[in-house]
Protein backbone atom coordinates (compact mmCIF):
# COMPACT_ATOMS: atom_id res chain seq x y z
CA UNK A 1 0.00 0.00 0.00
CA UNK A 2 1.14 3.80 -0.79
CA UNK A 3 1.02 6.00 2.38
CA UNK A 4 2.11 9.08 0.71
CA UNK A 5 4.43 9.91 -2.49
CA UNK A 6 6.07 12.69 -4.67
CA UNK A 7 9.01 13.30 -1.97
CA UNK A 8 12.32 14.29 -3.28
CA UNK A 9 14.05 11.19 -2.64
CA UNK A 10 12.95 10.12 0.72
CA UNK A 11 14.57 8.86 3.90
CA UNK A 12 14.04 8.54 7.80
CA UNK A 13 10.20 8.15 8.41
CA UNK A 14 10.03 9.34 11.82
CA UNK A 15 6.87 8.79 13.79
CA UNK A 16 6.20 12.03 16.38
CA UNK A 17 4.36 11.89 19.59
CA UNK A 18 1.20 13.04 18.16
CA UNK A 19 0.99 9.97 14.95
CA UNK A 20 2.22 12.55 12.51
CA UNK A 21 5.34 11.75 10.59
CA UNK A 22 9.19 13.78 9.81
CA UNK A 23 10.46 12.26 6.68
CA UNK A 24 13.68 13.33 5.50
CA UNK A 25 13.77 14.84 1.67
CA UNK A 26 17.33 14.55 0.37
CA UNK A 27 17.11 16.29 -2.66
CA UNK A 28 21.05 17.60 -3.11
CA UNK A 29 21.65 21.18 -1.51
CA UNK A 30 17.64 21.68 -0.89
CA UNK A 31 16.82 18.80 1.34
CA UNK A 32 13.73 19.40 4.17
CA UNK A 33 12.20 17.75 6.63
CA UNK A 34 8.30 17.49 5.73
CA UNK A 35 5.98 16.67 8.02
CA UNK A 36 2.96 14.74 7.48
CA UNK A 37 -0.06 14.46 9.18
CA UNK A 38 -0.95 10.73 10.77
CA UNK A 39 -3.67 9.98 7.37
CA UNK A 40 -0.52 11.03 5.05
CA UNK A 41 -2.82 13.20 3.23
CA UNK A 42 -1.51 16.92 4.68
CA UNK A 43 2.12 17.94 4.40
CA UNK A 44 4.10 20.96 5.56
CA UNK A 45 7.83 21.74 5.85
CA UNK A 46 9.39 21.27 8.85
CA UNK A 47 12.62 22.90 8.48
CA UNK A 48 15.02 23.60 5.48
CA UNK A 49 18.54 21.15 5.45
CA UNK A 50 20.96 20.93 2.99
CA UNK A 51 20.65 17.33 2.51
CA UNK A 52 18.91 15.40 5.68
CA UNK A 53 19.61 11.70 6.10
CA UNK A 54 19.00 10.11 9.54
CA UNK A 55 16.36 11.81 12.16
CA UNK A 56 16.21 10.85 15.78
CA UNK A 57 13.23 12.25 18.19
CA UNK A 58 14.93 13.95 21.43
CA UNK A 59 14.14 12.42 24.70
CA UNK A 60 12.00 15.27 25.43
CA UNK A 61 9.31 14.71 22.75
CA UNK A 62 9.82 17.54 20.50
CA UNK A 63 13.09 18.24 19.75
CA UNK A 64 14.89 16.03 16.52
CA UNK A 65 18.29 15.26 15.95
CA UNK A 66 19.41 15.08 11.92
CA UNK A 67 22.17 13.85 10.32
CA UNK A 68 23.17 16.27 7.53
CA UNK A 69 25.42 15.06 4.65
CA UNK A 70 26.03 17.66 2.55
CA UNK A 71 27.43 20.08 5.22
CA UNK A 72 28.43 17.32 7.07
CA UNK A 73 27.30 17.31 10.76
CA UNK A 74 24.44 16.69 13.43
CA UNK A 75 22.13 19.00 13.81
CA UNK A 76 19.57 19.57 16.44
CA UNK A 77 16.35 21.34 16.02
CA UNK A 78 13.43 22.61 18.44
CA UNK A 79 9.96 21.38 18.14
CA UNK A 80 9.16 24.69 15.64
CA UNK A 81 11.99 23.83 13.34
CA UNK A 82 14.82 26.43 14.30
CA UNK A 83 18.38 25.22 14.31
CA UNK A 84 19.72 25.45 17.95
CA UNK A 85 22.67 22.98 17.84
CA UNK A 86 25.35 21.76 15.19
CA UNK A 87 28.26 19.61 15.36
CA UNK A 88 30.10 18.98 12.85
CA UNK A 89 33.57 16.81 14.30
CA UNK A 90 34.68 14.49 16.74
CA UNK A 91 37.39 16.23 18.17
CA UNK A 92 39.75 16.81 15.28
CA UNK A 93 38.23 14.14 13.34
CA UNK A 94 35.28 15.88 10.86
CA UNK A 95 32.35 14.48 10.03
CA UNK A 96 31.78 12.68 6.61
CA UNK A 97 28.50 11.50 5.78
CA UNK A 98 26.32 11.10 9.09
CA UNK A 99 23.72 9.03 8.24
CA UNK A 100 21.40 7.81 10.81
CA UNK A 101 21.18 7.48 14.05
CA UNK A 102 19.24 5.75 17.52
CA UNK A 103 19.31 6.32 21.06
CA UNK A 104 20.80 3.21 23.30
CA UNK A 105 20.26 2.36 26.65
CA UNK A 106 22.57 4.59 28.41
CA UNK A 107 20.80 7.48 26.74
CA UNK A 108 23.83 8.44 24.48
CA UNK A 109 23.35 9.12 21.04
CA UNK A 110 25.18 6.41 18.55
CA UNK A 111 25.42 7.79 14.90
CA UNK A 112 27.23 6.35 11.87
CA UNK A 113 28.91 8.26 9.20
CA UNK A 114 29.57 6.23 6.25
CA UNK A 115 32.92 7.70 5.34
CA UNK A 116 32.98 9.21 2.06
CA UNK A 117 31.26 12.70 1.05
CA UNK A 118 28.51 13.16 -0.48
CA UNK A 119 29.77 15.34 -3.37
CA UNK A 120 32.70 12.34 -4.18
CA UNK A 121 29.98 9.43 -4.43
CA UNK A 122 27.14 11.22 -5.67
CA UNK A 123 27.68 12.87 -9.15
CA UNK A 124 24.84 14.09 -11.54
CA UNK A 125 22.34 12.48 -9.42
CA UNK A 126 24.20 8.94 -10.18
CA UNK A 127 26.18 7.00 -7.05
CA UNK A 128 29.56 6.07 -8.82
CA UNK A 129 30.95 2.47 -8.77
CA UNK A 130 34.31 3.34 -8.15
CA UNK A 131 34.25 4.94 -5.46
CA UNK A 132 31.96 2.61 -3.90
CA UNK A 133 34.61 -0.05 -4.64
CA UNK A 134 36.80 2.25 -2.90
CA UNK A 135 38.39 2.37 0.52
CA UNK A 136 36.12 4.16 3.37
CA UNK A 137 36.44 5.33 6.62
CA UNK A 138 33.31 5.02 7.90
CA UNK A 139 32.83 5.51 11.56
CA UNK A 140 30.34 4.37 14.44
CA UNK A 141 30.21 7.52 17.59
CA UNK A 142 28.90 7.96 20.49
CA UNK A 143 27.24 11.16 22.16
CA UNK A 144 26.42 12.38 24.65
CA UNK A 145 23.29 14.35 24.25
CA UNK A 146 23.87 16.72 27.41
CA UNK A 147 27.47 17.14 28.04
CA UNK A 148 28.06 16.87 23.92
CA UNK A 149 31.28 14.85 24.37
CA UNK A 150 31.83 12.39 21.20
CA UNK A 151 34.18 8.78 21.19
CA UNK A 152 34.63 6.93 18.14
CA UNK A 153 33.70 3.26 18.53
CA UNK A 154 34.44 1.84 15.20
CA UNK A 155 36.71 2.86 11.97
CA UNK A 156 37.26 1.31 8.78
CA UNK A 157 33.78 0.45 8.31
CA UNK A 158 32.62 -0.30 4.16
CA UNK A 159 29.68 2.63 4.24
CA UNK A 160 28.17 2.54 7.55
CA UNK A 161 24.74 2.80 7.49
CA UNK A 162 21.52 1.79 9.72
CA UNK A 163 21.45 1.28 12.82
CA UNK A 164 19.26 -0.07 15.39
CA UNK A 165 19.43 -1.36 19.33
CA UNK A 166 17.77 -4.79 19.42
CA UNK A 167 15.29 -6.19 22.44
CA UNK A 168 18.88 -7.82 23.34
CA UNK A 169 20.50 -4.68 24.05
CA UNK A 170 23.23 -5.14 21.30
CA UNK A 171 23.81 -2.70 19.09
CA UNK A 172 23.17 -3.75 15.14
CA UNK A 173 24.47 -1.74 12.06
CA UNK A 174 24.39 -1.79 8.31
CA UNK A 175 28.08 -2.27 6.19
CA UNK A 176 25.80 -1.68 2.86
CA UNK A 177 28.99 -2.14 0.59
CA UNK A 178 29.59 -5.57 1.88
CA UNK A 179 25.53 -6.41 2.88
CA UNK A 180 26.65 -7.54 6.47
CA UNK A 181 25.19 -6.79 9.71
CA UNK A 182 27.25 -6.18 12.54
CA UNK A 183 26.47 -6.63 16.22
CA UNK A 184 28.22 -4.97 18.89
CA UNK A 185 27.98 -6.75 22.53
CA UNK A 186 28.44 -3.95 25.06
CA UNK A 187 29.02 -5.48 29.07
CA UNK A 188 26.88 -4.16 32.11
CA UNK A 189 28.36 -0.81 32.00
CA UNK A 190 28.04 -0.49 28.56
CA UNK A 191 31.60 -0.67 27.44
CA UNK A 192 32.21 -2.25 24.59
CA UNK A 193 33.42 -5.61 24.45
CA UNK A 194 32.74 -7.47 20.87
CA UNK A 195 32.21 -6.90 17.10
CA UNK A 196 30.65 -9.88 15.69
CA UNK A 197 29.42 -10.42 12.30
CA UNK A 198 25.40 -11.20 13.15
CA UNK A 199 24.54 -11.85 9.14
CA UNK A 200 24.54 -10.93 5.36
CA UNK A 201 21.49 -9.73 3.38
CA UNK A 202 22.10 -9.04 -0.09
CA UNK A 203 20.85 -11.44 -2.14
CA UNK A 204 23.41 -12.99 -4.20
CA UNK A 205 21.04 -13.73 -7.21
CA UNK A 206 19.70 -10.23 -7.12
CA UNK A 207 21.43 -7.51 -9.81
CA UNK A 208 24.93 -6.61 -9.87
CA UNK A 209 25.12 -3.04 -8.85
CA UNK A 210 25.37 -0.08 -5.86
CA UNK A 211 23.22 -2.56 -3.36
CA UNK A 212 23.13 -3.06 -0.12
CA UNK A 213 21.57 -2.54 3.30
CA UNK A 214 20.36 0.56 4.07
CA UNK A 215 17.82 1.16 7.28
CA UNK A 216 16.81 -1.37 9.96
CA UNK A 217 14.91 -1.29 12.51
CA UNK A 218 13.26 -4.41 15.23
CA UNK A 219 10.24 -5.86 15.87
CA UNK A 220 9.05 -6.80 19.38
CA UNK A 221 9.87 -10.49 18.54
CA UNK A 222 13.51 -9.75 17.56
CA UNK A 223 13.11 -9.84 14.24
CA UNK A 224 15.13 -7.32 12.37
CA UNK A 225 14.01 -5.59 9.15
CA UNK A 226 16.35 -3.93 6.48
CA UNK A 227 15.74 -1.89 3.49
CA UNK A 228 17.92 -3.44 0.91
CA UNK A 229 18.81 -0.58 -1.36
CA UNK A 230 19.22 -1.08 -5.31
CA UNK A 231 17.37 -4.52 -4.71
CA UNK A 232 13.78 -3.30 -4.39
CA UNK A 233 13.03 -5.21 -0.65
CA UNK A 234 12.72 -5.03 2.79
CA UNK A 235 14.81 -8.33 4.07
CA UNK A 236 13.54 -9.86 7.59
CA UNK A 237 16.15 -11.37 9.52
CA UNK A 238 15.90 -13.84 12.63
CA UNK A 239 17.07 -13.34 15.66
CA UNK A 240 19.01 -16.39 14.57
CA UNK A 241 20.41 -14.25 11.85
CA UNK A 242 18.60 -16.22 9.06
CA UNK A 243 17.09 -14.29 6.43
CA UNK A 244 13.62 -15.45 6.49
CA UNK A 245 11.55 -13.36 4.10
CA UNK A 246 11.60 -10.56 2.22
CA UNK A 247 8.57 -7.97 1.51
CA UNK A 248 9.10 -5.96 -2.12
CA UNK A 249 8.51 -2.71 -2.86
CA UNK A 250 7.26 -1.10 -5.91
CA UNK A 251 10.84 0.82 -6.85
CA UNK A 252 14.35 -0.44 -6.83
CA UNK A 253 15.24 1.36 -3.93
CA UNK A 254 14.10 1.37 -0.25
CA UNK A 255 16.09 3.72 2.12
CA UNK A 256 14.50 3.15 5.71
CA UNK A 257 11.83 1.33 7.51
CA UNK A 258 10.33 2.36 11.08
CA UNK A 259 7.47 0.60 12.28
CA UNK A 260 3.87 2.31 12.67
CA UNK A 261 1.66 3.72 16.10
CA UNK A 262 1.43 0.70 18.75
CA UNK A 263 -1.22 -1.87 17.42
CA UNK A 264 -1.41 -1.38 13.98
CA UNK A 265 1.26 -3.98 13.01
CA UNK A 266 2.40 -1.65 10.17
CA UNK A 267 6.16 -1.23 8.85
CA UNK A 268 6.01 1.97 6.72
CA UNK A 269 8.95 2.20 4.07
CA UNK A 270 10.55 5.11 2.53
CA UNK A 271 11.64 4.37 -1.25
CA UNK A 272 14.27 6.75 -3.20
CA UNK A 273 13.55 5.90 -6.86
CA UNK A 274 9.68 6.70 -7.06
CA UNK A 275 9.69 9.18 -3.78
CA UNK A 276 7.13 7.06 -2.04
CA UNK A 277 6.15 5.67 1.71
CA UNK A 278 5.32 2.29 1.17
CA UNK A 279 3.35 0.48 3.69
CA UNK A 280 3.11 -3.58 4.91
CA UNK A 281 1.08 -5.40 7.18
CA UNK A 282 2.78 -7.38 9.67
CA UNK A 283 1.77 -9.75 12.74
CA UNK A 284 3.78 -8.19 15.43
CA UNK A 285 4.33 -3.92 16.27
CA UNK A 286 8.35 -2.54 16.60
CA UNK A 287 10.65 -2.35 19.04
CA UNK A 288 10.33 0.52 21.18
CA UNK A 289 13.78 0.93 21.90
CA UNK A 290 15.13 2.67 24.76
Known amino acids: MI ?17 DWLVAEMAMGTGKLTQLSACGEHRKTFA ?52 DLVYGPDEYIYLTDSGTLVRDLIKDGRLDPE ?12 IDPVTLSIECLDDGLLFANGIAFGPDGNLYLAETVTGLIYRYVFSSHLELVSKE ?14 VGPDGITFDQKGNLYA ?11 SPEGIVSRSLVTRGSCPTNVTFGPEGSGQLYVTEYQRGRIEVFDLATDGFSGY
Open 227 to 237: AIFGQGHVACV
Open 3 to 19: FAEDFEYPEAPLLLKNN
Open 48 to 99: ECARPNGLLLDKDGKSIWVAETWQPSLIKFDGTGQEILKINSCGDLPFMWPN
Open 197 to 210: IFTNVIDSSGPCRV
Open 131 to 142: VWSSSMKGRLFR
